[in-house]
């Protein structure tokens, strides 16, 4: 079932997909007045609409039902250090959102290899592999933030991905939210180490190998999502 996604739709009035949305739903799909789709918010609603106006930069539709599906939001947080090849952390990104990721951050560590990130891109991205994965909540992707700052407000349920550290994700019991940080490639620089076992932050392992950042990424959704 092909999903189109707008953030904004009303019950009483006609609204519109964006210009991506209509070129792809008009130009791509050769959807035309009078067909039937179905659109999600990214916000857990899907709603069945009749095309009005099959215009390939503003579509225009009309509300016709709300469909219920008992989907709920994940509560996992990832902290990421992104990758040099931003391919990978788009990988990382899609793959995650198809498994079930409530939130990521991109993580700014001492050997974090790249400190741009296109959030614009991100979330298209994003939005697409929710759609493909029929997936009604779409994780919040946060601005890029150094380490330091975001392990300052650190929770107790924050767990730090740590290389030969004694603890696996499994050993700590489902909490109602819980973060879990990825580091840069090479691992977190000795005085990120310190500060961490200052704070108490409870290390993990999460494979006898060493992974790459975005499959360290994908371990974790996946090893938190089995505990659920």
Known sequence: MQLFYTSLWSQTEP???SEEESRHCVSVLRHQIGDKIHIVDGKGSKVLCEIILAHPKKTQLRFIEKIDISQKPSNLHIAISPTKSNDRFEW???KACEIGVGKITPLICQRTERNKVNLERWNKI???ACKQAQVLYFPLLK???KFEKFIASSSENTLIASI???NKISDFSKRD???IIIGP???FSQEEFKLIRQLGLKEVSLSENVLRVETAGLVAVSQWNSLI
């Open 177 to 179: 939210n819980a973060t």
């Open 92 to 94: 990382f990104l899609e």
């Open 15 to 17: 609204f519109f997909l």
């Open 126 to 128: 994003i939005q697409s």
């Open 164 to 166: 030969g550290a004694k």
């Open 185 to 187: 490639e090479g691992d």
């Open 143 to 145: 601005e890029a933030i």
